[in-house]
């Protein structure tokens, strides 16, 4: 199982950014996906989470209404669209799944918001 993310980089404050989480090794339509981030100095925080088929999805509440989860299960890669973003996004972004009982993370990708 292999994930990988991209997309990250450096962004002004309000602007947008979409990250990809390619997955490969296992069929993807099969697990729920989650993007989780790890700002400086903190504990890793969940984002949001995508049920198998893409049909549910659940925020937290840092980003509701701004960030949109997404997948395309026939291009084995998930998303996180990322709009109206704050200093406060800054963090590396991880996509995550759990997958016969273990969990599986990619190696994140840094977003910085800049004022």
């Known amino acids: 199982v292999q994930l990988v993310e991209s997309g990250g980089g450096l962004v002004q404050l309000g602007g947008s950014l979409r990250l990809s989480c390619a997955a490969s090794?296992?069929?993807?339509?099969?697990?729920?996906m989650s993007w989780y981030r790890q700002a400086p100095g903190k504990e890793r925080e969940w984002v949001a989470t995508?049920?198998?088929?893409?049909?549910?999805?659940n925020y937290a509440d840092s980003v509701k209404g701004r960030f949109t989860i997404s997948r395309d299960n026939a291009k084995n890669t998930g998303y996180l669209q990322m709009n109206s973003l704050k200093s406060e996004d800054t963090a590396v972004y991880f996509c995550?799944?759990?997958?016969?009982?273990?969990?599986?993370w990619g190696q994140g990708t840094q977003v910085t918001v800049s004022s």
């Open positions: 995550y799944l759990r997958l016969f009982a273990r969990d599986y």
């Open positions: 995508i049920t198998n088929a893409g049909g549910s999805a």
């Open positions: 090794g296992f069929t993807f339509s099969t697990s729920v």
